[in-house]
């Protein structure tokens, strides 16, 4: 095998373990602040929703809620920072998979996206929760 399709598939498998980390680092901090995963890696037709959670109550209201939430993970901020990687494009992608699990698993309830961004550098860990409006 040529020594740059190694390096290829190196390059490849830090970011998936990168990506598993941030998934796993962001679903216990959402247990850490109540929240219930519902499932996680839910494939729809528009791609991929990292974690679904749900929280029961929503800013002190007696109101719950279901919490799409995107995980961007980085070693470092060489590509730019985790949540420049949100892009317009991304965001609609998310809106249009929490509208289709929404509509087929619980109709009338409210939802949002959520983003969690996570840089995991040589200085330790930072975690970013960036919640958004209710859709």
């Known amino acids: 095998m040529p020594s740059h399709v190694s390096r290829i598939n190196q390059r490849t498998h830090r970011a998936q373990?990168?990506?598993?980390?941030?998934e796993d680092f962001a679903e216990?901090?959402?247990l850490?602040?109540?929240y219930e995963i519902v499932e996680r890696n839910w494939r729809g037709a528009y791609g991929e929703i990292d974690l679904i959670a749900h929280s029961s109550s929503n800013s002190g209201s007696d109101q719950s809620e279901f919490i799409f939430?995107?995980?961007?993970?980085?070693?470092?901020?060489?590509?730019?920072a985790p949540?420049?990687?949100?892009?317009?494009?991304?965001?609609r992608?998310?809106?249009?998979?929490?509208?289709e699990w929404i509509s087929t698993n619980q109709p009338r309830s409210l939802w949002r996206i959520d983003i969690v961004t996570i840089l995991r550098g040589t200085e330790g860990i930072t975690?970013?929760?960036?919640?958004?409006l209710s859709a």
């Not at 373990?17 to 941030?22: A, T, V």
């Not at 939430?69 to 730019?80: D, I, N, P, T």
């Not at 992608?93 to 509208?99: I, K, M, Y």
């Not at 975690?127 to 958004?132: D, E, I």
Request: hydrophobic letters at 40%; aromatic letters at 10%.
């Open 69 to 80: 939430v995107e995980v961007k993970a980085r070693s470092s901020l060489q590509y730019g």
């Open 32 to 34: 850490s602040i109540g």
């Open 83 to 91: 949540l420049e990687a949100i892009t317009p494009e991304k965001y």
């Open 93 to 99: 992608r998310l809106f249009l998979l929490g509208r």
């Open 127 to 132: 975690l970013s929760h960036h919640k958004s």
């Open 28 to 30: 216990l901090f959402l």
């Open 17 to 22: 373990q990168l990506g598993k980390f941030g």
